[in-house]
């Protein structure tokens, strides 16, 4: 999406995708992970509330009113995150608006985190069981 690669036609598929998929299991709410939705959420000024649809497509049209250089300068991006925001944002708004989804909520912790957390319990749970044993 970054160099205008991605055809049309995949584009399409990709909306008709998540619309048929998601139709059967309503209603949804979408959960964010990651740089790019920690940095809206930031722009949002919606530190952990949700984000509604609206919200970003305010923030994704003003991000699209600038130029790399002024997201940097004056939204205070990191240049590796001022040219990519505005694709992500975009597969955002298109996955809220294929799958009826009013907001956004993007939790206090990463994927990474709760992966992380995970393992921890388990490697717990396994401790305990093997000193039963």
Known sequence: MLNNQVEKSYWSEFKNWIATNTAPH??????GSGGNINKIQRLAKRAYKPITYAKLQEIYDEIMSMSVKDRIEIMGLKPDRADVIAPAAKIFLTVMKQSSINYIVVPEIGLSDGIIHDLYEK???NLAFSKLQ
């Open 26 to 31: 309503q209603p949804m709410i979408a959960i």
């Open 123 to 125: 490697h717990i749970a």
